[in-house]
Nanobody
């Protein structure tokens, strides 16, 4: 199973983007999802995660109040709504899936988010 992340792009500072993440197989269910990001030359950061039941764990403080993670289990898709984007949000954003008690074993290819000043 691979995760397919989409929705990235180029946006001006202050703008918004909504990322989506879905598994390549429709039978892949009950997964928790984490969003991560990695900027050039920097370590990967944990942005947020959401369990199958909707429990949210927040990551880096710099996105609090601006980014919101959500999911639609009927569509088997997780979203990351990003508002008030800043140039420092520029990174490749990855989604990953895990099951309780396991690590993030399933990753997507990433989607580029570029915020211009």
């Amino acid at each position: 199973v691979q995760l397919q992340a989409s929705g990235g792009g180029l946006v001006q500072a202050g703008g918004s983007l909504k990322l989506s993440c879905a598994p390549s197989e429709r039978t892949f269910k009950n997964w928790a999802c984490g969003w991560f990001r990695q900027a050039p030359g920097k370590a990967r950061e944990f942005v947020a995660s959401i369990s199958w039941s909707g429990t949210i764990t927040n990551g880096v403080d710099s996105v609090k109040g601006r980014f919101t993670i959500s999911r639609d289990n009927a569509k088997n898709t997780v979203y990351l709504q990003m508002n008030s984007l800043k140039p420092e949000d520029t990174a490749v954003y990855y989604c990953a899936a895990t099951y309780p008690g396991e690590g993030y074993d399933y990753w997507g290819q990433g989607t580029q988010v570029t915020v211009s000043s």
